[in-house]
């Protein structure tokens, strides 16, 4: 204490705690401001006490009438669920904080779905985020410390199954929830595009992780506005799969000049000769399916489809290392692939489906406009 209290410029620990503790009242009063914690003390002393002992060590056939008394539809389905989330051995490999966390967590949870018109089905939803989520355990507390995400989390788990889905596959999107999501408007098309790009404009051309990382980051975001606007019932079907469309428009052309600027690095850009004129050659990615159609859903693949132009002569890169142009479009292709579907701690960006190409799975990553 004495070192530390030299290193902050205080000739005694008395003296720095002297200083410290007026930043620190400071700093509790946002917190509590930002997080509601009297408003989460309130939720959590109103919480059924009767309903609370579900999750504990009761067993499957005590936990049942409880739950049914409390007006869950399928109480002995949803009573085995919880006893297996609390004594299989998910719970077991909690840390002791975790643990801690999700034993006060649980009764809020069961309290606010049984006051759902789905008690059973939301609370199945809710404990695959649980799963997801329980690992990283200052979700939890933080869960208990917003009362309002924890209301929006249980509504968008009431709401929709594939939403549901998408935050348990995708726990960074919590983030959304707890800084609060505007929903009023969302964005259009070239705001979207606008944003995505903003996510790498800052970052080296050549670091990909970080650039695989923030675009996560970024189309999960979106997603999840997207998903709180459309259970709140603040925009219409189509806005939200127009959205999503946006969205997946934008991923793909910032993820497709990301790997072609760092694949041209290498080796140059492709280059042809038609009728004795120079020509750069370009590339076109060409959607079906659901993104094809504007159709797009939380949880939907891309089939895409990948064409260039080049042809004549002197089809090659105009870098050291040369490559054919069919290669060089072939690696930009393996690459975007790679980019979108390789799971990272921030999750996936797209699965996709280049199937539907002209020759099938078997042909070429990307045709010619001539072929």
């Given amino acids: 204490q004495q070192r530390i209290a030299y290193a902050m410029g205080h000739d005694s620990w008395a003296g720095l705690c002297a200083e410290m503790q007026p930043l620190r009242e400071r700093v509790h009063a946002v917190f509590r401001e930002v997080f509601h914690l009297e408003e989460a003390a309130q939720l959590e002393r109103s919480a059924n006490t009767a309903l609370a002992s579900a999750w504990g060590d009761l067993g499957v056939a005590d936990i049942a009438p409880v739950l049914q008394e409390a007006g869950f539809h399928y109480p002995e389905a949803t009573a085995a669920r919880l006893y297996e989330l609390h004594q299989g051995g998910f719970y077991a490999r909690l840390s002791s904080k975790g643990k801690t ?72 999107v919590l983030d959304e929830l707890l800084h609060g999501v505007a929903v009023d408007e969302l964005p259009d098309r070239e705001q979207v595009k606008t944003q995505a790009w903003q996510q790498v404009a800052q970052l080296a051309f050549d670091d990909l992780e970080q650039q695989m990382e923030r675009m996560r980051q970024f189309r ?92 004549g002569e002197e089809q090659h890169t105009d870098g050291e290392r040369s ?49």
């Fill in 101 to 172: 966390r999700l034993d006060q967590l649980m009764p809020l949870l069961l309290q606010a779905t049984v006051e759902t018109d789905q008690p059973g089905k939301t609370l199945e939803r809710l404990i695959g985020i649980v799963r997801a989520i329980a690992g990283r355990s200052v979700y939890l507390q933080v869960l208990l410390d917003n009362p309002a995400a924890l209301r929006l989390l249980v509504r968008l788990s009431e709401a929709s199954g594939p939403v549901a889905e998408f935050i348990a596959k995708h726990p960074l």
């Fill in 220 to 311: 999960h975001g979106v997603a999840m506005r997207v998903a709180v606007a459309d259970v709140l019932g603040e925009v219409s079907v189509m806005e939200v799969s127009d959205c999503l469309s946006w969205l997946a428009e934008a991923v793909l052309e910032v993820s497709m000049e990301i790997v072609w600027r760092q694949l041209a690095a290498k080796h140059g850009e492709p280059r042809c000769v038609i009728d004795g004129e120079a020509h750069r050659p370009d590339m076109a990615v060409i959607a079906y399916g659901k993104l094809g159609g504007l159709e797009l859903s939380y949880t939907s693949d891309l089939d895409l489809v990948f064409l260039h132009d080049s042809r």
């Fill in 323 to 371: 490559l054919d142009n069919s290669v060089f479009f072939g690696r930009v292709v393996q690459r975007l692939t790679h980019f979108l579907s390789t799971l990272t701690p921030g999750g996936q960006l797209y699965e996709t489906d280049t199937r539907l190409r002209p020759n099938g799975k078997g042909g070429v990553l990307v045709s010619s406009l001539a072929a």
